[in-house]
């Protein structure tokens, strides 16, 4: 007697819907902040590091430092902001060679996602840790005496310029952490350009003090225009004199014009950077 077994088909498989690059961004976004959620420790340089430097520059340096028609620590406080958006590149890059280090990135090339869901997440949650890091320093700034001189609207437009800023450097810490091959290497890199970058600029002082050579690399300097901005718009600080190169003669507008140059350069470089590490 012989038993006849009759054969199923298979069961067909559902299509797989790939989500849009907003919502595979926003996943990505919510994934790195779970990281910091799960170790707050990854906050001290936004929180812990930005108090300290406010303290030591205006009680330590303050001191010695004496800028005309202007309070000291309201002089400090947008210069101090500015550089810490400078830093947020660095992050970015550090935490994107983390991740292909890790292999992470090739976790997320096995999903049906767009790659640049990857950046766009990485920046965005790179500019939050950034903005955290903003409102520590201006409650700090609260505390010790630097206050919003002009209307809401002024003050409002300086907060939107730093994050515009910042958002522009992210893309260069992206195309950085494409490039390099290990986190130590990033570090090293791109803490030898920021430092120069944040330093030889307005930041912390005038530039009328420095040589005539030195002085003329610091006011064309796109971190002294956003700077001379924000302490424009808070009104912290003189106006650039009338011998002032001109980016520092229009603060706003050059500001604006960096930060979208910057984010036209760096941005295709980021993409093209991460499509050849990340290539299967």
């Excluded at 091959?181 to 030898?192: D, I, K, L, N, S």
């Amino acid at each position: 007697m012989t038993t006849v077994q009759a054969t199923r088909a298979p069961a067909a498989r559902p299509p797989i819907s790939p989500p849009s690059l907003l919502r595979a961004s926003s996943t990505i976004v919510w994934r790195n902040l779970l990281h910091i959620r799960r170790m707050p420790e990854m906050l001290l340089d936004v929180t812990v590091q930005s108090v300290m430097f406010v303290l030591l520059f205006a009680y330590v340096f303050g001191g010695a430092i004496v800028v005309p028609g202007a309070d000291y620590k309201e002089f400090l406080l947008p210069g101090i902001m500015v550089q810490t958006m400078v830093f947020s590149s660095a992050i970015v890059a550090m935490g994107l060679t983390s991740d292909l280090q890790k292999g992470i990135v090739d976790r997320f090339k096995s999903l049906p996602i767009a790659r640049s869901a990857v950046l766009v997440g990485r920046s965005i949650s790179s500019l939050i840790h950034s903005s955290i890091g903003v409102a520590v320093m201006a409650l700090t700034g609260l505390l010790i005496g630097w206050r919003i001189r002009n209307g809401v609207l002024e003050g409002v437009l300086a907060f939107l310029l730093l994050l515009l800023f910042g958002f522009a450097l992210i893309w260069l810490g992206i195309w950085v952490g494409s490039m390099m091959r290990t986190v130590e290497a990033v570090q090293g890199f791109m803490f030898t350009v920021m430092f120069p970058l944040t330093f030889v600029a307005n930041t912390f002082a005038p530039p009328e003090s420095m040589p005539s050579w030195l002085r003329a690399i610091a006011e064309w300097n796109p971190v002294s225009a956003v700077t001379q901005a924000c302490r424009e718009l808070w009104g912290n600080g003189p106006v650039a004199p009338p011998e002032a190169a001109w980016p520092l003669q229009n603060p706003v507008l050059v500001s604006i014009g960096w930060s979208i140059v910057l984010t036209a350069i760096f941005a295709p470089l980021a993409v093209s950077a991460f499509r050849r590490r990340s290539r299967d």
